[in-house]
């Protein structure tokens, strides 16, 4: 692998790089200006292949690419900018800049620009900087709609156990990818089997419909609002009085805080929906057996939604949930599982949408 990079430098001026690198140093060590040197000094040589008109677009974008990665680097790791003077490091951004070169898309330069942070963020000789590596190269080969897909499949093994509202909020975040879901069909899916984003074998199904899994892995949150005899039920198991619109509680007072956080009451319509989004937890909350075999017991009285009713809230968030839920169930997708580069692309992607932090640690436990 390392004489595969030293090749791969090799493309470039040794003597221009190292004398653009001591141009660019100064007393107190770089500063994020100086990458644009670096940049263009490792795209020359190929740049000069390029015919006059396709060179001089080839420059702008060089330039455009050259812009954003200085704005990151200024915000996320200026203290970490010497490392641009590393060859791993030199190679890595050439080869994500002529990614961006070939066809300017915007999307694109800001995902291997933000694949460059992590680059720098990682240690060298580790699994993770080998996996950046490999998805900087990996990248400019997935169209939108594969890349769609890819992120997709593995938000469907993202689970969440929070409140209620930010998993709303959570569903809603990943819209953008949606609009980019119509028209996946076998090509794509093979094709993020052919460069290696995700394995599988047709004869043995990981999933089911989508609508189901989600019915199981968040059960509370697509479970219908208890009312009637069934609230009143809610109220019995929970030791609650309800009357004028205000509660009394005839257990131990410091449990009212917990009962109400995980069951927010509204008392104006005599119903309640959980304020969670899975019952499961509720066996791991640090609170005494008591009050935890009735919090378990009350969880047990919502009536899950439908496969019908789980698309209809889906559509309501965003129509085109519609066409996401033809691909995610597709025969043939619901035998794939991402690979670990392909989790990694994934990751990014979502991070990006969701405005979280998700590591290919939420996979790999």
Not at 185 to 204: A, N, R
Request: glycine share 4%; charged share 25%.
């Amino acid at each position: 692998m390392l004489e595969n990079k030293g090749q791969h430098i090799s493309d470039v001026n040794d003597s221009t790089v190292n004398q653009a690198q001591r141009d660019v140093n100064v007393y107190l060590g770089m500063q994020p200006a100086d990458v644009i040197a670096i940049v263009n000094t490792l795209v020359a040589s190929k740049l000069e292949q390029y015919s006059a008109q396709a060179k001089l677009t080839a420059e702008q974008r060089t330039k455009e690419f050259s812009d954003k990665l200085v704005s990151e680097i200024t915000q996320k790791v200026l203290d970490k900018i010497n490392r641009f003077e590393e060859p791993s490091i030199q190679y890595i951004t050439r080869q994500a800049t002529l990614g961006y070169i070939k066809s300017g898309e915007k999307r694109l330069g800001d995902d291997l620009v933000d694949l460059l942070i992590e680059r720098v963020r990682s240690e060298e000789h580790t699994t993770t900087q080998n996996i950046i590596d490999q998805a900087v190269n990996l990248l400019p080969s997935l169209s939108k709609n594969v890349l769609a897909l890819l992120s997709l499949i593995a938000f469907r093994n993202v689970t969440y156990s929070g409140p209620r509202i930010k998993y709303e909020e959570l569903l809603r975040s990943v819209n953008p990818l949606l609009e980019d879901c119509n028209g996946i069909g076998s090509l794509e899916v093979e094709y993020l089997k052919q460069v290696g984003c995700v394995s599988g074998v047709p004869s043995i199904t990981f999933h089911s419909n989508y609508e189901e899994e989600l019915v199981k892995s968040e059960n509370l949150f697509f479970s219908h609002p208890l009312v009637g005899d069934d609230y009143q039920q809610l109220l019995n198991i929970l030791e609650l009085k309800e009357c004028n619109r205000k509660f009394t509680y005839l257990g131990n007072a410091n449990d009212f805080p917990t009962l109400f956080a995980y069951f927010p009451f509204d008392p104006i319509h005599h119903s309640c929906q959980s304020g969670r989004c899975k019952w499961p937890e509720l066996l791991q909350i640090n609170i005494d057996e008591r009050l935890k075999a009735k919090l378990d017991k009350a969880s047990k009285l919502f009536k899950p939604f439908s496969s019908e009713e789980v698309r209809a809230y889906l559509y309501n968030l965003d129509s085109n949930w519609g066409q996401a839920l033809i691909a995610l169930n597709r025969q043939d997708v619901k035998t794939l599982v991402p690979t670990t580069i392909g989790y990694y692309i994934a990751c990014r992607q979502l991070t990006k949408f969701t405005g979280e932090e998700i590591s290919l640690n939420t996979f790999y436990k």
